[in-house]
């Protein structure tokens, strides 16, 4: 007869502790899920005796390796590159990789758990896995940055595959990039395969693949409002980061008829009362990734807005609100300051942007909250026809793209209602992300045994 594992939830996140020392993001993240799939599996003796939120916690594999590469200067640099493979039962392990100096082992393995269940709510057949470097790309040249690539995929190469392990960009790898570690792979392996997504459209991209976050987080947003009977028009949003997710979803909000007041990096943000219209997005798109400049420099080109040096903008008053930068940029008393001044939504475009508290302060609002999970998942989806086009060798036209994303984004909200609604119109997404999106990975896992 089986040993089932009742152990209740503080005793269960006890051991993710003691498994995982030192390891914070990783827990936060673990910890999130498992409030809600433990009142979801009380019931299941299925899910118990095989362990199955345990195994989900416990990455496939972690490897961890050395990075060296000479700077312009001559000078041997040295540095430390990952990928965590955390749960291939629907498919190939597929996420990004992360550039960035606060990159650990942590982060990255809080990154692959998020992405096992973001991936399986997009409907696609694709595990979770993250990858990345303390790699600090800010100042360095463009052939800096090349050697560097070409040095990490020397060793990553070994790792995946169009049918193993399939990476795409995140913080700090965008197109460039993506190209210096294709050009590095095919030129290792000589094999031209959808190894990698978000490529050029020259070589096995595909369309909107680029604005996909940052579009998807919009059409959730959109989706969200919509139970309320509302839309975008006339509404104010507070956005933070000037990235890809940030700019995209900038983007998407004037299109829709909303108002931008803010976008920020890790320097500060800017406010801009009379909107932050196309034209305005593009200049930033322009300076911040092709002049790699700064946000703050926004001020000098429109004069109307001001710059706050070393703050995130939540106490800007706003509708909905978008956080796009990075992991634990919006604490419990930003979420209360939100909600004090009248936020009625949030989407998340980063990846776990809102602390532990925070997430509980909205839930306890019972505003319209969507964790990145489920609403930035529009990047994911995208690279997963990228997938399927390279498969077939061919490219889709934009429109059959744009509905593709618009019609996942409406499909994983109708999971999140499933399990989420909680009667008196008050969806919990958090609860109904985690449950759609671990039901359908525990359910393969069933399927394999103990593997
Ligand atoms: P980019 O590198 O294009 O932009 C990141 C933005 O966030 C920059 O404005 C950057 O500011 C800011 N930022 C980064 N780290 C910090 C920090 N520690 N504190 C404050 N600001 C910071 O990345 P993306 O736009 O691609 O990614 C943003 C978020 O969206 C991440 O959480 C990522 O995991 C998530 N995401 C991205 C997807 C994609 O398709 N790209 C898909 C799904 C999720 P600065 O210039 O000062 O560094």
């Given amino acids: 007869m089986a040993v089932s594992d009742h152990v209740d939830l503080p005793t269960f996140m006890e051991g993710v502790k003691k498994r995982n020392p030192h390891q914070p ?7 999130e899920v498992a409030e809600d799939i433990f009142e979801f599996i009380q019931d299941n003796e299925d899910y118990h005796a095989q362990q199955i939120l345990r195994r989900i916690a416990e990455p496939d594999r972690v490897v961890s390796f050395r990075v060296c590469w000479e700077d312009d200067n001559g000078n041997v640099r040295v540095q430390r590159g990952w990928r965590v493979q955390n749960n291939n039962a629907i498919g190939p392990y597929k996420g990004g990789i992360r550039f960035h100096p606060s990159v650990t082992e942590s982060v990255l393995k809080f990154l692959a758990f998020e992405q ?19 790699f600090n790309p800010k100042g360095k040249s463009v052939r800096e940055i090349m050697r560097f690539c070409q040095s990490f995929m020397t060793e990553l190469y070994r790792h995946i595959g169009a049918d193993i392990d399939v990476p795409a960009g995140d913080i700090g790898v965008g197109g460039r990039e993506i190209g210096f570690m294709f050009g590095q792979y095919k030129r290792i392996t000589n094999n031209f395969t959808g190894v990698l997504t978000g490529k050029g459209l020259e070589w096995g991209g595909s369309l909107i693949r680029t604005e996909a976050t940052g579009y998807g987080a919009v059409y959730f947003l959109a989706n969200m409002l919509a139970t309320r009977g509302e839309d975008l028009t006339g509404k104010t949003a507070v956005i933070s980061g000037s990235g890809n997710v940030a700019t995209h979803a900038a983007e998407k909000i004037v299109q829709l008829g909303g108002k931008v007041l803010t976008l920020s990096d890790s320097g500060g943000y800017i406010h801009d009362p009379d909107g932050i219209d196309q034209e305005k997005i593009d200049w930033v798109k322009t300076h911040k990734t092709h002049r790699r400049g700064r946000i703050e420099e926004y001020v000098a080109a429109y004069p109307k807005a001001t710059f706050v040096a070393g703050k995130t903008p939540w106490s800007v008053p706003c509708d909905v609100a978008l956080p796009c930068a990075t992991q634990n940029e919006l604490l419990g008393d930003d979420a209360r300051t939100l909600i004090a001044n009248g936020c009625q939504a949030v989407a998340e475009g980063a990846n776990m942007p809102t602390d532990l508290e925070g997430v509980h302060v909205f ?7 969507a964790p990145g999970k489920a609403s930035n998942a529009g990047g994911v989806a995208v690279s997963g ?24 984004m409406a499909g994983i909200h109708k999971s999140c209602l499933t399990f989420g609604d909680q009667g008196g119109g008050y969806i919990d997404y958090v609860k109904g992300a985690n449950i759609a999106g671990f039901k359908k990975v525990a359910d393969a896992m069933l399927a394999f045994g103990v593997v």
Avoid: C, H
């Fill in 25 to 31: 993001e990783f827990v936060q993240a673990v910890q």
């Fill in 116 to 134: 096992t269940f973001k991936n399986a709510l997009t409907g696609l057949p694709m595990g979770g896995g993250k990858g990345g470097s303390n």
């Fill in 363 to 369: 839930k306890a609002a019972r505003i319209l909250y």
């Fill in 385 to 408: 026809l990228e997938m399927s086009q390279n498969s077939e060798r061919r490219s889709w036209k934009e429109d059959e793209l744009q509905q593709m994303l618009k019609d996942i």
